[in-house]
């Protein structure tokens, strides 16, 4: 993963090639749509589905120049969204049993499959029924690449990340425990779901007990459908997609609970007030920094004069004082706005995987949802000078992704 790793990182050059010129009216659809001849579920006609709902929801719809823009619940680099969420669905009684896909843009929950005896946990390494939900991210590609070319295969994990934490904090506010299934035969997967080489699955979650029931495999493989309007994919980011593996760690818990509204509200921050997070905030959050991101290696950059002094932190002990703000901005790919933010942190590992970046961005994820909950501004940051920001911070650790913390202006 080394070679995905420089094959990937950002230069000032490689980042000004990617700032030229683009023709919005080109970018892939950022939805995938199953026949309307399926069977389907709106969002809100029942309530057994409010949890898959809150999984994957747009939460703003507008229209820039004359394209619809939407936001959902969960980041996206870009807000290209190259994901996409199923569910297999057993044993709720008022629920057809079977396979669904989670149609955030059109709020719908559309019947792929119904499954009996059968169904996805064989094909899973389950050997028996499993009732309740088992949910399959998926990645597509070729929506970052449009935009990002072979950078947008970290954004494809990254965003991959924070589904992976919104199904997690959904199933949480239902008082469901979720668990990461990984020890399956990931091509013939794909191929089950019906997926060709333009997606590919990222990550599975279980939701659900097992039953005494044995179960079958699926009687013939999902069908197929595009998930984008077009495909004009070069291929790199795709070949360092199908190499990553699916997504085996256990992933970060919320430190607080949240509500419905703070998985709704959920924005990535983009304008911080210059006067800052009050103490009990700031004081919360390098707590949680400080001792919750194992096996991650965070450094903690605070940018402002206060509770704490202004310097690099790591392992809850400053390593350098000091004013960073411009420096930071300008290793962040000149990003003005974090210089008003409180925190900086920058997430690390000896080892760069995909596993790795998933992690990272689940862990952000919940610093979105924690921040959310107390009102604080939050933004993940995939874009930043890979080598120049490891010499800044003094680091061989690979870079996996930022976040910045503080008192959004609203």
Known sequence: MIDFYEDTALTPMKAAALSGYIDWSSQPSIFKHYPEFLYRYKYGENQLLQMVELCRIITS???????????????????????????QIRGIKGIISGIYHVDAGAD???LIREI??????QNLGLSRRHDGMLFVLSCVPFRAEWKYAKRSS????????????AVQAAAKLYGQETTIVSDFDLLEFNRCMGFKEEEFTCAVLACANPAPKSVQPLKQKLMHVS??????????????IAKGAVFKSDPFSLACGISREDILKRRSARVFESSGMQEESLEYFMNLLHKATYPLECFNIVLKEGLYKAGIYFS?????????????CSLLVNQSFVKNAD???????KHFSANKLMLSGSFTHNLYLEASAKNIGCSGIGAFYDKKLQDFLGTQNYILYVSALGKERI
């Open 116 to 121: 009996d005896s059968d169904g996805l946990e």
């Open 61 to 87: 719809r507008s229209v820039i120049g004359s394209k619809p823009y939407y936001q959902l619940n969960t980041p996206s680099a870009g807000n290209l969204h190259p994901m996409e969420l199923y569910v």
């Open 154 to 165: 970290r954004y494809c994990y990254l965003d991959a990340g924070h589904q992976i934490a």
């Open 108 to 110: 719908e929950i559309v």
């Open 343 to 349: 925190i900086l942190t920058v997430m690390t590992s």
């Open 316 to 328: 809850g002990v400053m390593i350098q004082e000091g004013l960073f703000a411009d420096e930071i």
């Open 227 to 240: 998930p984008t309007d077009y495909n004009e994919s070069l291929g790199n980011s795709i070949s360092l």
